[in-house]
């Protein structure tokens, strides 16, 4: 490879993962952060003769980390979709600082708002390094080549995802969580200001998993990027989240923080699931007893 | 590579930036291996080419024709050569006769060196436009035919000889404007709120059969045996007979196509992502892709043009090239640009000279025959070698 290493040179203007603890509730009125609010979304998919989402609301707050949990089917990711201007809602509208992304340039949009899909695909000879510099592609223009600006961002996402010993392996070479962790690196270098995650621990072995909820945690203290994330673990959406919002069958069932959202009665009601909820110092933590049977 | 401390690490920011700028990928040994070994295999099938023939001489003849410095070092003849005489005139103002120039010089120069380029410059122009839809439809079986181009060329081409005589002399445009005009009715019948690559595929199949029982219709209502000849002379490609007009009229659209496929690699790249990734990362994917097949038509219709339609070239060649340099476009349509050739022009030796060897006659066969006889078994190959042929 006829690379050279572009390792940053300025490594001290993030306090890095480390120093991740919970911060208590972000102050989101302080930040700068972009806020993305989906009004009265109607979002369907054109083969199906029914919207998956019928008319519903949400609104990311600036800053902080927002989950998305449901069980299977209940259009968490399909309304993630949506709010990613990947799926055109058949009614309302996604506003990002209050402009509708369908009105945004392409790039211009992919330079705020990051999306993280469940599946991907790469051809198995690239470069961890070189997946990660796709991540620029909004930044630059048509004909235009690297800029120690993209190096930059790339050196800080690499960072941040904690791939920097990976950097210079073959995809296809990776374990499915190194893997993830590349990925996640690709939308970091995007640097957006918001961030969108879809299941992003899903079928990753337990480290990988707290890999990933490190660096989502990490975003959080540094309230700088608005993140929404699909979660299918409710206990990690409660650890992870400042709101959670549940959905099923296409409708938000509840939404509010974490301690007020996850209860016995909503895993009762959205997950048919009976179970204990303990408050604890980490949030609520939840033990499955057993699922229930409809009559 | 460590993480272990805020010092490790060599170079700085930018490196990777300046190195990108400076062209640093082009000298990729793999990369560079691919080309000096191609180059080396055209000059070789070249010399080949020049040498033998009904007027033989001896390698070191050939090889002092092709460097005869009464041609080299005279634009006039260069010029004469590469634009035509009455541009060359108008260019530099000369009246006179051109300098007469020795028997082997004129063979080589007019009759047997200009076909070698031609089949460089057909090879060139199959390849990259293979690499590119292979990237755009993300399917290795793609090759610049599955979009419906060649069957619209040859339809046009029987069209023209079979019903329309007249306008024989354009056959080439024709050709040309045949497959892009079947490109477009593809893209129409694939288009459906966007394009997918599966769709783009199957269209291209179904107007690629409805076209080529077209073309078979055709060949009853042909009168005699020449005009069925020469159409399928057209409809498998051949080189035979090309000369510095068929240069003249591939060179500059190639250069087109060339140029506009370089610049579009980086797009190439993002389209082997998946479309999800690429239109979350800001692609207007219906344009890049609709924009990158017109410039791989725009590729196969200048080879289309002056070789007629030559199989399994655009197939094979990317397919080559990627396993030899890696998924990374850019290095895989600089490969192309040399790989091709080699396969083509050594390809046209056996067209040209392999009957003679053979058989002892006199005849030559369409190169589209050999490069289907030699793409052939190494796709087998390829297949047994590989269990998942078809993803990209």
């Given at each position: 490879?006829?690379?050279?290493?572009?390792?940053?040179?300025?490594r001290d203007?993030?306090?890095?993962?480390?120093?991740?603890?919970r911060?208590?509730g972000?102050?989101?009125?302080?930040?700068?952060?972009?806020?993305l609010d989906?009004?009265?979304?109607v979002?369907a998919?054109?083969?199906a003769?029914e919207p998956?989402?019928?008319g519903?609301?949400?609104?990311?707050?600036?800053?902080?980390?927002?989950?998305?949990v449901?069980?299977?089917?209940?259009?968490?990711?399909?309304?993630?979709k949506?709010?990613?201007?990947?799926l055109?809602?058949?009614?309302?509208?996604?506003l990002?600082?209050?402009?509708?992304?369908?009105?945004?340039?392409?790039?211009?949009?992919?330079?705020?708002l990051?999306l993280?899909?469940q599946e991907?695909t790469?051809p198995?000879?690239?470069?961890?390094?070189?997946?990660?510099?796709?991540?620029?592609?909004?930044?630059?223009?048509f004909f235009e080549r690297?800029?120690?600006?993209?190096?930059?961002?790339?050196e800080?996402a690499?960072e941040l995802?904690?791939?920097g010993?990976l950097?210079?392996?073959e995809?296809?070479?990776?374990s499915g969580g190194q893997?993830?962790l590349a990925w996640?690196?690709?939308?970091?270098?995007?640097?957006?200001?918001v961030l969108?995650l879809?299941?992003p621990?899903?079928?990753l072995?337990?480290?990988?998993?707290?890999e990933?909820?490190e660096?989502?945690?990490?975003l959080?203290?540094?309230?700088?990027?608005?993140?929404?994330v699909?979660?299918?673990?409710?206990e990690?959406?409660?650890?992870?989240a400042?709101?959670v919002?549940?959905?099923?069958?296409?409708?938000?069932?509840?939404r509010g923080?974490p301690?007020?959202?996850?209860?016995?009665?909503l895993?009762s009601?959205?997950?048919?699931?009976?179970?204990?909820?303990v408050?604890?110092?980490?949030?609520?933590?939840v033990?499955p007893l057993r699922?229930?049977h409809?009559? | 590579m460590?993480?272990?401390g805020p010092?490790?690490?060599?170079g700085?920011?930018?490196?990777?930036?300046?190195?990108?700028?400076?062209?640093?990928?082009?000298?990729?040994?793999?990369?560079?291996?691919?080309?000096?070994?191609?180059?080396?295999?055209?000059?070789l099938?070249g010399?080949?080419q020049?040498?033998f023939?009904?007027?033989?001489?001896?390698?070191g003849?050939?090889w002092?024709a092709?460097?005869?410095?009464?041609?080299?070092?005279?634009?006039?003849?260069?010029?004469?050569f590469?634009?035509?005489e009455?541009?060359?005139?108008a260019?530099t103002?000369f009246?006179?006769?051109?300098?007469?120039?020795a028997?082997?010089?004129?063979?080589?120069?007019?009759?047997?060196?200009?076909?070698?380029?031609?089949?460089?410059?057909v090879?060139?122009?199959?390849?990259v436009?293979g690499?590119?839809?292979?990237?755009?439809?993300?399917?290795?079986?793609?090759s610049?035919?599955?979009?419906?181009v060649?069957?619209g060329a040859?339809l046009?081409?029987?069209?023209?000889?079979?019903?329309?005589?007249?306008?024989?002399?354009?056959?080439?445009?024709?050709?040309?404007?045949?497959?892009?005009?079947a490109?477009?009715?593809?893209y129409?019948?694939?288009?459906?709120?966007?394009?997918?690559?599966?769709?783009?595929?199957?269209a291209?199949?179904?107007?690629?059969t409805?076209f080529n029982?077209?073309?078979?219709g055709?060949?009853?209502?042909?009168d005699?045996?020449?005009?069925?000849?020469?159409?399928i002379?057209?409809t498998?490609?051949?080189?035979?007979?090309?000369?510095w007009e068929?240069v003249?009229?591939?060179?500059?659209?190639?250069?087109?196509?060339l140029?506009?496929?370089?610049?579009g690699?980086?797009?190439?790249?993002?389209?082997?992502l998946?479309?999800q990734?690429?239109?979350s990362?800001?692609?207007?994917?219906e344009?890049v892709?609709?924009?990158?097949?017109?410039?791989a038509?725009?590729?196969?219709a200048?080879s289309?043009a002056?070789?007629?339609i030559?199989?399994?070239?655009?197939?094979?060649?990317?397919h080559?090239?990627?396993?030899?340099?890696?998924?990374?476009?850019k290095?895989?349509?600089?490969?192309?640009?040399?790989?091709?050739?080699?396969?083509?022009?050594?390809a046209?030796?056996g067209?040209?000279?392999?009957?003679?060897v053979?058989?002892g006659?006199d005849?030559?066969i369409p190169v589209?025959?050999?490069?289907?006889l030699v793409?052939?078994?190494?796709?087998?190959?390829?297949m047994?070698?590989q269990r998942?042929?078809?993803?990209?």
């Amino acid at each position: 490879m006829a690379i050279e290493r572009a390792n940053a040179t300025e490594r001290d203007e993030s306090s890095g993962p480390s120093e991740t603890k919970r911060s208590g509730g972000t102050d989101a009125a302080e930040t700068d952060a972009s806020d993305l609010d989906g009004e009265d979304l109607v979002l369907a998919y054109p083969e199906a003769p029914e919207p998956v989402i019928d008319g519903e609301s949400i609104a990311a707050e600036p800053g902080a980390v927002t989950a998305l949990v449901g069980p299977n089917g209940s259009g968490k990711s399909t309304l993630l979709k949506g709010l990613a201007n990947q799926l055109a809602p058949d009614d309302g509208s996604v506003l990002l600082d209050g402009r509708d992304v369908r009105s945004m340039d392409t790039k211009a949009l992919a330079r705020k708002l990051g999306l993280l899909s469940q599946e991907s695909t790469s051809p198995d000879s690239i470069t961890v390094e070189d997946l990660v510099y796709h991540g620029r592609y909004p930044h630059r223009g048509f004909f235009e080549r690297t800029t120690e600006a993209d190096a930059r961002a790339v050196e800080r996402a690499i960072e941040l995802a904690g791939c920097g010993h990976l950097r210079d392996r073959e995809v296809g070479s990776l374990s499915g969580g190194q893997k993830q962790l590349a990925w996640i690196a690709l939308v970091l270098a995007q640097d957006t200001d918001v961030l969108l995650l879809d299941e992003p621990t899903t079928f990753l072995d337990l480290h990988h998993q707290m890999e990933v909820m490190e660096i989502i945690e990490t975003l959080r203290s540094e309230s700088e990027v608005t993140v929404v994330v699909v979660l299918h673990d409710i206990e990690q959406a409660a650890r992870l989240a400042d709101r959670v919002v549940a959905l099923k069958d296409g409708e938000v069932r509840a939404r509010g923080p974490p301690e007020e959202v996850v209860t016995e009665e909503l895993l009762s009601e959205v997950f048919r699931v009976d179970a204990d909820v303990v408050d604890t110092d980490r949030g609520p933590r939840v033990t499955p007893l057993r699922a229930r049977h409809e009559e | 590579m460590s993480r272990d401390g805020p010092t490790v690490g060599g170079g700085v920011a930018g490196g990777r930036a300046a190195a990108d700028d400076r062209l640093g990928w082009l000298f990729d040994p793999r990369l560079l291996t691919v080309a000096a070994g191609s180059l080396a295999l055209v000059v070789l099938a070249g010399l080949a080419q020049v040498s033998f023939g009904a007027y033989s001489m001896t390698v070191g003849q050939a090889w002092r024709a092709v460097l005869d410095p009464a041609v080299l070092l005279d634009p006039r003849w260069l010029l004469n050569f590469l634009v035509g005489e009455e541009l060359m005139r108008a260019i530099t103002g000369f009246r006179g006769e051109l300098p007469e120039l020795a028997r082997e010089t004129l063979v080589v120069w007019s009759i047997r060196l200009p076909r070698v380029l031609v089949g460089a410059i057909v090879g060139m122009n199959l390849a990259v436009s293979g690499a590119i839809f292979q990237a755009v439809t993300r399917n290795e079986l793609a090759s610049p035919f599955i979009l419906g181009v060649s069957s619209g060329a040859g339809l046009m081409i029987l069209l023209t000889l079979v019903v329309f005589g007249g306008l024989s002399a354009f056959l080439p445009i024709i050709a040309a404007v045949g497959g892009s005009v079947a490109f477009l009715i593809v893209y129409a019948i694939a288009w459906k709120n966007g394009t997918s690559p599966v769709r783009l595929v199957l269209a291209g199949v179904i107007v690629g059969t409805v076209f080529n029982s077209l073309q078979t219709g055709l060949f009853f209502f042909a009168d005699d045996i020449g005009v069925v000849q020469s159409a399928i002379q057209w409809t498998t490609g051949s080189l035979t007979g090309t000369d510095w007009e068929q240069v003249r009229t591939a060179l500059p659209w190639t250069l087109v196509a060339l140029t506009l496929s370089l610049a579009g690699s980086r797009q190439l790249n993002l389209l082997l992502l998946g479309e999800q990734t690429a239109k979350s990362l800001g692609m207007s994917i219906e344009r890049v892709r609709f924009g990158l097949s017109g410039v791989a038509v725009l590729a196969a219709a200048a080879s289309i043009a002056v070789a007629g339609i030559v199989s399994f070239v655009g197939l094979i060649v990317p397919h080559v090239v990627r396993n030899l340099v890696g998924s990374d476009y850019k290095r895989v349509i600089v490969g192309c640009l040399f790989v091709g050739p080699a396969l083509m022009v050594g390809a046209d030796v056996g067209a040209r000279l392999g009957m003679s060897v053979l058989t002892g006659a006199d005849a030559q066969i369409p190169v589209g025959i050999v490069t289907g006889l030699v793409g052939g078994p190494y796709f087998l190959y390829l297949m047994r070698r590989q269990r998942n042929v078809g993803d990209l």
